[in-house]
């Protein structure tokens, strides 16, 4: 079958396609019904169906391939490298299990996941699925008012944690973070477990609420715990969006549709064989985390890797290394991690035997088409960006090689992913049928199995937020704009938040971006719109150079100025050239690695520039600060 069939019968024959897809699976009890669509835009896949997704990652697997590699846990901080076979990690999870039933915990209640890349942050949410809680993993760079909104959001009853995580060699303390958020917390959990690396020889211990992992894991060395079966629809976890706009939103998302979308995409989209090895670079803390480096490898019985460290250390060769040590089949990572090793030695790449690569996928900011052409050229692969949200768990536009193989296009994401129904809107609700038109990239619902079901405890904020910006259309918005070329590509122009209007006319932040990036000294860049009398707006650009020492007089950076407009004005007319290129040395970025745009805007019109607590690194900011004060 080819792609467009393939998508055709997914959208117009949904019960049949996903009826297929859900033998993926295994089922404890059959589901009568595939979708119950009578209260949209709810959803609900897989009916009556029981199912346990801790159950389709491990048990499924023991009697065919008990003894192969399932986590392998590689950390260049601590100098670790251990391999958990899926009958070792079957027992590891029915300890952490029984640990979290003994202190009360049952089906429907929340743990809190606070911590490092290390497997027993694995082990505990396996656990949680395992006995139908509900895990609530929080990104272990959060500070404590990030940490202690989430908590009282979620409302553990447990939460675990470990003493500390390590970056770049130093220990970050993550107890004294826990003790903080737990102080600032309404309905704070009345246990937490605690991992002890011996990385902290300060860590506090609050009697009676804090409890040693390894104590407890030790009464539990045999202990089995039997998967709870529970129906399609109960929630598996709450994940919050990554805050970028700000607002940070409970996704919750269900069972039964997402085991069955995450063995769909591990078959059409990644094409990951079982007893093969998947790479995911991201964290636990991320929905990428979740889906690829935890559930969808499993799932499909595929061993996945744990990475503690940067991707930069002990040198950037450090990825490669772990591709050609456990024969990584398909690897997943970001656009921003791909730039930063576009700044290094590209003889790191060609150090290792990455014969067993098969592809590579990006996902999570617009992949700029110097740096995918980059890539591809260093690999010798093809490198799909693919493009998702923490809202939908999995890809919405995206490369299907496992159904067709298409060549790809730089800086697209390609087309819609199976059981996405997307259009493209103008802000009046009008679709845009054209080809290269700009719109709102939206879903017309229902949505496939393994989007978000709700946001946790608030179905008219999921109403509000998600389906009402559109007058007498009821679609899901995804609020990025993009657009789709004549051979049907789509490419995502930016957040509709961040759309520029320079008298009347609007621009895509990525459009600029593209053509500033095209400049051979130019590293990474963003663009904002700032308030301008005349025009409304007017774009300005902050460029990261390659290599720094090409700017250092007024002169050199006045003449490299001059050079990145001709490129903006080449690509996109006069209309899109920037008031200003900053040569700064960092951007500031998410801790998920997206560039803070709205910030940056809000320091270049004068204003506050908000909620700073998912940034990265304060450096990036005082750098757009300084830019602007000169
Ligand atoms: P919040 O919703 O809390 O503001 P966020 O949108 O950054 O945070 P995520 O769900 O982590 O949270 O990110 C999804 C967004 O990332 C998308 O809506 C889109 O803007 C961007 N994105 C992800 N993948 C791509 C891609 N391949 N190309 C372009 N943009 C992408
Ligand atoms: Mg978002």
Not at 27 to 37: G, I
Not at 142 to 154: C, G
Not at 512 to 534: K, W
Request: hydrophobic share 40%.
């Amino acid at each position: 079958m080819n792609y467009k069939e393939f998508h055709r019968q997914s959208i117009e024959q949904p019960d049949a396609f996903w009826g297929e897809q859900s033998k993926l699976v295994h089922w404890n009890k059959p589901f009568s019904s595939v979708l119950d669509y009578s209260k949209p835009p709810f959803s609900k896949w897989f009916v009556g169906g029981e199912t346990n997704l801790c159950y389709n990652a491990i048990d499924r697997h023991l009697a065919t391939r008990g003894d192969q590699p399932a986590l392998i846990f590689v950390s260049t901080e601590t100098n670790t490298e251990k391999v958990y076979s899926f009958r070792e990690l079957h027992a590891e999870v029915q300890r952490m299990a029984a640990v979290l039933q003994r202190l009360g915990v049952g089906k429907g209640d929340r743990v809190l996941i606070y911590m490092p890349m290390i497997p027993e942050a694995i082990f505990a949410m396996l656990a949680t699925v395992r006995i139908g809680a509900i895990h609530s993993v929080v990104f272990g760079g959060f500070a404590a008012n990030s940490l202690a909104t989430r908590i009282d959001d979620a409302q553990p009853k447990v939460m675990v944690t470990s003493d500390a995580g390590m970056r770049g060699g130093k220990a970050v303390p993550y107890k004294h973070l826990v003790d903080e958020s737990i102080r600032l917390s309404a309905t704070p959990p009345s246990k937490v477990v605690i991992v002890n690396r011996g990385l902290d020889k300060d860590m506090p211990i609050v009697a009676g609420r804090d409890l040693d992992y390894a104590t407890l894991r030790q009464q539990e060395m045999d202990t089995k715990v039997d998967c709870v079966w529970v129906e399609s629809s109960h929630p598996s976890y709450i994940l919050y969006t990554s805050g970028t706009t700000g607002k940070p939103k409970g996704v919750q998302r269900d069972t039964g549709g997402y085991a069955v979308a995450l063995a769909a995409t591990m078959k059409y989209i990644y094409c990951g064989n079982a007893g093969e090895t998947y790479f995911s670079t991201s964290d636990i803390g991320w929905v990428v985390g979740h889906s690829y480096i935890v559930y969808g490898p499993l799932i499909s019985g595929m061993a996945t890797v744990c990475y503690e460290g940067l991707p930069i250390r002990p040198d950037p060769g450090i990825w490669w290394k772990i591709v050609q040590d456990y024969k990584v089949t398909v690897m997943f990572s970001a656009p921003t991690a791909i730039r930063v090793l576009k700044k290094q030695d590209p003889a790191f790449i060609k150090k290792y035997d990455i014969s067993s690569l098969r592809h590579v996928f990006l996902a999570g900011e617009p992949l700029d088409e110097t740096t995918h052409r980059w890539i591809e050229g260093e690999l010798g692969l093809p490198v799909y960006d693919h493009y998702w949200q923490t809202e939908t768990g999995w890809a919405i536009l995206a490369s299907q090689p496992g159904v067709e193989m298409s060549p790809t296009k730089p800086g697209s994401p390609a087309f819609a992913a199976f059981g996405y129904d997307v259009k493209l809107l103008q802000e009046d609700g009008t679709e845009i049928t054209e080809p290269n038109e700009k719109g709102v990239v939206v879903v017309v619902p229902p949505l496939p199995p393994g989007c978000l079901t709700t946001v946790w405890g608030q179905d008219d904020r999921y109403v509000q937020t998600y389906y009402t910006s559109f007058p007498n259309k009821q679609v899901y918005s995804t609020f990025d704009w993009g657009i789709r070329d004549k051979d049907g590509y789509y490419f995502i122009l930016g957040r509709t938040d961040d759309v520029i209007n320079v008298a009347g006319h609007r621009l895509g932040t990525r459009e600029i971006e593209e053509a500033i990036g095209s400049h051979p000294a130019v590293a990474e860049c963003a663009v904002v719109g700032v308030a301008d009398q005349l025009k409304g707006q007017m774009p300005m650009a902050f460029a990261v150079l390659k290599d720094s020492s090409i700017a250092e007089t007024a002169e050199q950076r006045a003449k490299l100025e001059k050079e990145i407009m001709g490129r903006v004005d080449a690509a996109l007319g006069a209309i899109g050239r920037p008031s200003r290129v900053h040569i700064i040395s960092q951007l500031p970025k998410t801790r998920s690695g997206k560039v803070l745009r709205r910030s940056i805007q809000a320091i270049a019109e004068g204003r506050d520039p908000g909620d700073l607590t998912t940034l990265d690194d304060q450096a990036g900011i005082e750098q757009i600060k300084s830019a602007m004060a000169k």
